[in-house]
């Protein structure tokens, strides 16, 4: 999920005056410590000034108003976002700006990701003007910079003119080119003193070409084939045109199949064709393996991948053609996928000899654990099943949830407040890093404050990491609370990392809409995690995640007027929307609450089609969902439900009852 767009200047400046009193203090009473003696009221006046002038500053550099922007960033000394904001000034103005005053910012901004931003850009424009010394003084390890594939590709051009060691220069930019996707321009150069040095073998060409092809770039692939062979050229088109159209191509083969190329343009149209219908895509593989004679690699090949997808759509037979395939301990996909399969048709004599292939690493996973009691309490083996069970009821998780429920145990919450001394909360405040990510929020820059927050805290300490948690929730700012949180190796604090945000709102539209309060903030938090302002890749808004369509279509149910995005995202039009879209899609499933949990995440008409032929216990079915993200979404939602009715102190219901039995299809008439 990304962030929306900042909130616009005049806002923010009513926030700062709204919360000028509520801030009279940088830091409140945290649980079990001591009070900070707020600060002076002149005090706060300065600091609503001070912000102020920063998002006066920030308007004016982003508008050009460079004059103005002077002004204001003159005022500005001390302040802790002075630096951040002076990143969009000095950005535009590289050319201009001396090298000694980019390198004096840099190092007075080394805690602000704006700071790192500017880094990045300083080295890519050093790069172009080919100011190579200074490059490489402000490379350093580039540790940093790894994610970068421009800054790698013209570091590695200075390497190539630099150092003495070419053989290690040339093995590095091999690996850099083992890449899916298109690489920048900048890596351009670095490719062709490596071609010229007799590296780019057709090899490794057709391995950059696979890998470009598992990712279906087909460009790329057109454009590497240039660095091949005529010959070879023809295979990529034939590649290609397999791709693009294998039914077509496989009816009316016109070359040899007598290589390991060509065969393997056989199989990749055979597998193409399994995503669509793997039942027919084996037929037709059948065929190919009795006419061309396929057999080992090859047909490990198609059966591992037909037998995968064949398993997603819960074929039967799917099973037999995994169980077929000589599958290595390192293809995980591969060896889980046979499990779930079986899982699903109950075949619970191989379910047990799937989970003791895994690798052991695996196989003490609580996933796999749980699952192999299950099996051995339906084969009569119910002391070593249970044995298993109680240790997993332990956990407090899905997974331990319901090994609680087959034991008929309690639930165990563990839960563990993360507390702190007055000198930690002293010590964690003063980091520069945090101090702009506070100022930044409290300016009502909320994704930038994010970002600034995120990036500083790999630089912490576990310890303070917990802390910072504990801070972020005493600001409100729940959701970098639990995020910091999950980030330590403090996880038993469930008040932080299951916040009762919105608390009134939520209990009162789920009262409205007629569903589970718990349930609704076990939706919240897995969706948004309690990010308001949270819009994602694909469009979806808020703490609920509504897509905008769905919001307009539920406010017209509920004869409201709600129908810009802006107005979706609001929290008490979101919550509102949200509780009667859960509404609606609850009474689609049935009142299946985890039914209608994986149609809030992948939509009614899939869950439909993953109906099972006959009636079905809820763990085999969610277990079995074709969706990696679909299935950890439930998985999750049922949890953190039974999470939030301890946290509501409720009476908490089982999950054995919550996950009601999937119904089988109806026969047709």
Known sequence: MSGSPNITLSSAIDMIKRKRFILAAFFLVLPGLLAVAPVVEASVADKDKQRRNYLYALEAVRGGNYERYKKYYRQLKDYPLQGYVHYYYLK????????R????????????????????????????????????????????LKK??????YYLKYKIRHSENKAAVMEQIGKVWLYGKRLPPACDTVFNSWRRAGHMTSDIVWQRIELAMKRRRLSLVRDLSK?????????VKRWIAMHKNPVKELAGIRYAVDSQRARNIVRHGVVRIGYRDPEVAMEKWLQLKKKYNFFGEDDNYVNRWLGILGAQNHLPESLDWLSAVSASADDKRLLIWRVKAAIYLQDWGRVKQF??????????????RYWQARALEQTKEKREAHQIFAEIATNRSYYGFLAADRLKSEYNMQHDNIEATPEEVSAVLAMPGIQIAQELYHSGQIVPARRQWNWYLRRMSNRDLQVAALIAQ?????????????????????????????????????????????????IIRQESAFMKDVRSSAGALGLMQLM???????????KLNVRSRSEILKVKNNLLLGASHLRTVLGRHGDNQMLATAAYNAGSHRVKHWQPEKKMAADIWTESIPFNETRNYVKNVMAFTTIYMYRLGKNIMRLQSRMQAVEGKKPKK
């Open 92 to 99: 535009k103005r590289l050319d201009k700006t001396p090298a």
């Open 101 to 144: 005053e980019v390198q004096k910012y840099l190092q007075a901004n080394r805690h602000s990701y704006n700071g790192y931003l500017l880094r990045r850009d300083w080295l890519k424009y050093l790069a172009r003007r080919g100011r190579w010394k200074a490059f490489i003084q402000e490379y350093g390890d580039g540790e940093d």
């Open 148 to 153: 970068s594939r421009k800054i790698t590709c």
């Open 227 to 235: 660095y091949l062979g005529v010959k070879d050229k023809v295979w």
């Open 355 to 368: 989970i003791s292939a895994l690798p052991v690493v695996m196989r003490q996973e609580e996933k796999w």
């Open 474 to 522: 005493q600001w409100g700012w729940y959701d970098r609370a639990l995020y910091t949180a999950n980030k330590s190796d403090h996880l038993d604090d469930l008040d932080i990392r299951f916040p009762l945000a919105y608390r009134e709102q939520i209990v009162s539209n789920a009262r409205k809409a007629n569903i589970d309060t718990n349930w609704m903030y076990g």
């Open 548 to 558: 905008p369509r769905t919001g307009r279509e539920e406010s017209r149910r509920l």
